[in-house]
């Protein structure tokens, strides 16, 4: 039955007719209802239900509870409240009865961001992926950068994860710098996968419980800077937290608190393969997205993972056969020495020369060439751009008969070393610096990694590198099509196509891929390196390491994307659910 008519009260039956059947579908004013006369009350629901969009007329109804049937969600008939929080609260439509007469009332009564909002934080707490996945279509919808559904997410992630700064969060951050770079329809599903991530790194986590500052403001910044980096140096993140929050509260400056945070990174090598610095730099590029009013809850929740991180020098690796922590301590002392003569009248020319000698054989050769180059006119940004180069080449050449852990390795590597450019960039030190050699020696220690090199690939000719970006999902569907994406990416860059479309679709066959953190930074770290040289000729091979690194990645079965998916459809209005027939 089909019902017409302009005004938000609408005949939609006869009584009689009604309680003769038990229940009716019609349709009214574009919804699709399902009236269910149960004892002596009328209720009008949308026939869909609101899990994955089951017709609700072939459900069951005792005792005032409908229960769908496909994945037995319940719900209350009189209010449309759902017992099973991964269902949603089903829409139900207020009923007037006129002598024999149903009339519902098709009236809006919901603000869908502001139900979806909540939604949101419900299936953040209870790690729901549908759930996370319909809100952010939603929310996506009313703010295209995705910055209402972030803002939640971090609010959500500092607050529930006892542990502090995660990778949930590195995910979400690192998956909204891209946004700008997406297309529209791949928005949401970023989005998705990060806020996926921080509901599934905190389940089942004991919360944090926030310490507040000293009680009496008078430190100054230098001094809760001496004093974080000495309970850091401790493993106390209690006594960190809260000389940090002291700082915040007392006033310091977004330069003041990215150096204490950074030189407390740097005070001991290459903490957690690179993850402690990696991790902080995403801290405060999350705040730059979200406000710096967040700033106590978010930089709060870094000291932990500081603190805890595991220190290279304490790993034979960085101690034998070669000793590159006595290297570098000797290279420390002489950095002020180094930073007094640096002459700033002329620019530094030694670029390729330096990343050429960071991929040899020999760090103490790269050590003295990273200090004369200071003393040439250098600056820490270029220093930390040309490390940044030889770490995005490793995996550019890395070979695939590597085996294939390998790859994280090299990620390790080229993510830190981004962190410490955007570190420098944002504020520069002196501590920091001791970043760039750090990542100088972990290139080095991944030099292995390249025998034998990869050649870069020699661009293919072609009139128009369109077709290329159209090839590139077919490319990604078959497993290890290492060299082929990288050759794809030379070809597309070479024929002058545009870069800008180029990372949409790195982005669009990212998110398409079940979820992994690794390669989720890698494509971030190689777009924001892109991005910086994109003027010089370098600005192609950030990419080619990128690409290579996802196809050795994809595929996957993708069932985060199907997940996604289904919302999708949910959302525009469309069937999951049909009855096959021969």
């Known amino acids: 039955m089909t019902v017409t008519g302009v005004n938000q009260l609408v005949r939609a039956a006869s009584l009689s007719e009604l309680r003769a059947a038990g229940r009716l579908v019609v349709g009214a004013g574009g919804h699709t209802l399902c009236l269910f006369a149960d004892e002596d009350s009328v209720h009008a629901v949308d026939n869909r239900c609101p ?38 609260d089903l829409r139900r439509f207020p009923v007037e009865i006129r002598g024999d007469d149903v009339y519902v009332d098709l009236s809006a009564r919901v603000d869908p961001v502001a139900h979806q909002r909540k939604r949101l934080r419900d299936g953040l707490e209870r790690n729901i992926a549908l759930v996370l996945a319909k809100s952010t279509i939603t929310l996506a919808e009313a703010d295209a950068m995705g910055v209402d559904a972030f803002r939640a997410g971090l609010d959500f992630g500092v607050a529930r994860r006892g542990d502090g700064w995660g990778r949930g969060l590195t995910t979400l951050t690192c998956l909204v710098n891209l946004v700008p770079m997406l297309a529209s329809t791949d928005v949401p599903v970023a989005l998705y996968h990060g806020l996926a991530d921080v509901a599934s790194e905190s389940a089942g986590e004991p919360p944090r419980f926030p310490l507040d500052p000293l009680p009496t403001a008078g430190a100054e910044p230098a001094q809760l800077k001496r004093w974080f980096r000495r309970f850091v140096e401790v493993r106390d993140a209690e006594g960190a937290e809260r000389a940090l929050v002291s700082a915040i509260r007392g006033g310091a400056s977004r330069m003041e608190l990215a150096d204490i945070l950074f030189a407390a990174c740097t005070d001991h090598r290459y903490l957690d393969v690179g993850h402690a610095l990696d991790f902080t730099n995403k801290a405060l590029e999350a705040l730059d997205v979200a406000g710096w009013e967040q700033a106590e809850a978010v930089l709060a929740s870094v000291p932990a993972q500081i603190a805890s991180a595991q220190r290279m020098e304490e790993e034979n690796s960085w101690r034998n056969p070669t000793d590159l922590v006595a290297l570098l301590e000797s290279a420390f002392e002489r950095l002020p020495e180094g930073l007094a003569k640096r002459s700033a009248s002329r620019a530094w020319r030694g670029r390729a020369e330096l990343v050429a000698t960071v991929l040899g054989e020999d760090p103490a050769t790269t050590i003295e060439e990273l200090l004369g180059a200071l003393e040439d006119g250098a600056s820490e940004v ?66 292995f990694l390249n025998v034998p090199a990869k050649r870069l690939p020699q661009p293919e000719a072609t009139d128009n590198p369109d077709e290329l970006l159209a090839e590139l999902p077919q490319l990604l569907d078959r497993q290890q099509q290492v060299d082929e994406a990288g050759m794809l990416v030379a070809s597309f860059v070479s024929a002058g196509g545009d ?7 790195l982005g669009a066959m990212l998110v398409r891929e079940d979820r992994n953190f690794h390669t989720i930074q890698c494509v971030e770290a190689a777009v924001r390196q892109h991005e910086l040289l994109r003027e010089s000729d370098e600005a192609a091979l950030p990419l080619i390491a990128a690409a290579r690194y996802l196809a050795a990645h994809a595929t996957t079965t993708r069932s985060q994307r199907q997940t996604f998916d289904i919302a999708r459809r949910l959302h525009r209005g469309e069937k999951l659910y049909e009855i096959e027939t021969a």
């Open 51 to 88: 899990h994955m969009g089951f017709p609700l007329h072939r459900g069951t109804v005792a005792d005032g509870i409908l229960t769908c049937h496909w994945h037995h969600a319940r719900f209350d008939l009189c209010s449309g409240g759902t017992f099973d929080q991964w269902a949603d």
């Open 499 to 505: 870069a800008g479309r180029l990372v949409a679709a």
């Open 382 to 447: 270029e220093l930390a751009s040309a490390i940044s180069f030889a770490a995005a080449t490793r995996i550019a050449r890395f070979p695939t008969t590597n085996e294939f852990g390998d790859w994280d390795t090299a990620l390790h590597t080229f993510t830190f070393a981004n962190a410490v450019e955007q570190g420098l960039r944002r504020s520069p030190s002196p501590e920091l610096l001791r970043g760039v050699f750090d990542a100088a020696m972990s290139v080095y220690l991944d030099r």
